[in-house]
């Protein structure tokens, strides 16, 4: 049905049906075919390796060419791709003429241009714009140091410098209590000689110095020759024991990890680091939105940023130069996010720095008040509500021309953090809790032997 009368006359407006409002719409796309024009980049439209041997379309691949394919299943339309003659994004001069993509869209060259292609305020008014299909933000491409940090204490790493205190601490209270507790029970005095009976003198074997030997050589996993006899000091012997195990095992996991995992140091951590120093050149795209960015940016940050990207030789031509030289070093590229994540799958020597200096989106040009727009934008949705948008990208970011090898590089190389005293600290109150029990005991070895010995002078 197309439409029905709302009166009994005729002459009554006819009401078009949504469906055949909807209908038509695509119909109106369908078997048109559209001149689409892009930019050769990684991996959004690429050449195919065999490309001199085939024509037309077939000459290309990548994220965006499947997607063009996606939204002409939708809507019906025939495509065929272009390059723009100049290699450029868009911008306009200060005639106020526009250059790549965008002047192919104004002058009528295409229909509609796609590509990693920023939406912006100044190009929106020159062309309209579809949904976004991609989000992605300015970030910093860099190189990752080679040299590993070593420091002459690296056997001091596995423990934080408060877990040494702490241990150092329960050394050295352990060593007086059980000098204490050694001192206290009656069963750790003996005679050291029993067969002279009458030169009865007592001896006990925790002395303080000798305290502090029988805790060092349990703590080195070495022990001593001396042996606690009362329950109280077994006790502390036995609690210690643990704490030591538990102590020992811990640094050497650790210290395993400290050796075989490099700790890697970057000399700038975020785009303000970047801004405040001068030793390493940064740049981007030389048309484009990025380079709008930081020129009609207000933030001070970004002012200093541009005021020194002005002043040197900086700007790349492609995204794959502004690559090439972060790759020879002291450089760093700013670019949108999502071809940096493309590059650092495949390039392990290569990595992001910080998080996203703003929000964008990539969408599909067309020539203003073009009916294209708003049924590219609806086919997109589909796109994305199906997850298709999630799985191409998925596709040529995660598997496609040695997507992912890097992946595995980066498991091996997570960081090792020293062990603090929340990963440790319930070893410390075991600790703690034993001693208070050797202590508890030590004084009821006094008070029954003390009782025992007065019973038998009263006796």
């Known amino acids: 049905m197309i439409g029905y009368w709302s009166g009994s006359q005729p002459s009554q407006p006819l009401n078009i049906s949504e469906e055949w409002r909807d209908n038509y719409s695509i119909m ?97 008014e020159a062309v309209d714009f579809t949904l976004p299909f991609m989000n992605t933000g300015i970030s910093i491409l860099f190189k990752k140091p080679t040299t590993k940090v070593t420091t002459l204490f690296s056997f001091l790493s596995p423990f934080s410098n408060v877990v040494w205190v702490y241990v150092l601490a329960a050394y050295v209270g352990v060593s007086c209590i059980l000098f204490i507790v050694g001192r206290l029970s009656p069963y750790e005095w003996d005679n050291p000689h029993p067969c002279r009976q009458e030169d009865f003198v007592l001896e006990n074997n925790f002395s303080l110095t000798n305290s502090f030997f029988f805790t060092i050589g349990s703590l080195m996993q070495q022990g001593s020759d001396l042996t606690p006899k009362a329950m109280s000091t077994r006790a502390i012997a036995a609690i210690w024991y643990f704490f030591t195990l538990i102590m020992i095992s811990s640094y050497t996991a650790n210290l395993a990890a400290f050796l075989t995992v490099e700790k890697v140091i970057y000399p700038i951590e975020s785009a303000e680091e970047l801004s405040m120093q001068s030793s390493i050149e940064y740049g981007c795209l030389a048309s484009g939105s990025t380079k709008s960015f930081f020129q009609d940016s207000n933030i001070t940050t970004f002012k200093r ?155």
Request: a positive charge; aromatic letters at 10%.
């Open 28 to 124: 109106s796309l369908a078997n048109q075919t559209l001149t689409v024009t892009t930019i050769i980049n990684a991996p959004y439209c690429m050449l195919r390796e065999s490309s001199k041997t085939k024509e037309g379309n077939d000459r290309f691949e990548g994220y965006v060419v499947d997607l063009i394919e996606e939204l002409s299943k939708i809507l019906g339309f025939k495509y065929k791709f272009k390059l723009v003659a100049d290699n450029a994004y868009g911008a306009r001069n200060e005639s106020g003429y526009w250059n790549g993509l965008i002047g192919e869209i104004i002058n009528g060259k295409a229909d509609i241009a796609i590509v990693d292609l920023t939406i912006t305020s100044k190009r929106a």
């Open 305 to 459: 940023m541009w005021d020194f990207m002005k002043t040197r030789d900086v700007f790349m031509p492609k995204n794959v130069d502004g690559k090439h030289r972060v790759e020879k070093g002291n450089y760093a590229y700013l670019m949108e996010s999502a071809s940096i994540e493309y590059i650092v799958e495949r390039n392990c020597n290569l990595t992001q720095i910080g998080g996203l200096l703003d929000t964008k989106g990539y969408g599909i040009a067309t020539k203003k008040h073009s009916k294209h727009r708003n049924l590219l934008s609806q086919a997109i949705l589909k796109l994305q509500e199906t997850g298709r948008l999630h799985m191409l990208k998925e596709k040529w970011w995660k598997q496609k021309k040695g997507g992912g090898q890097c992946a595995d590089e980066g498991k091996k190389s997570s960081s090792v953090t020293a062990l603090k005293i929340d990963n440790v600290g319930g070893v410390f109150v075991v600790l703690l809790g034993g001693l208070t029990l050797a202590f508890f005991v030590a004084i009821c070895e006094f008070m029954w032997r003390s009782r025992k010995s007065t019973a038998g002078c009263v006796r």
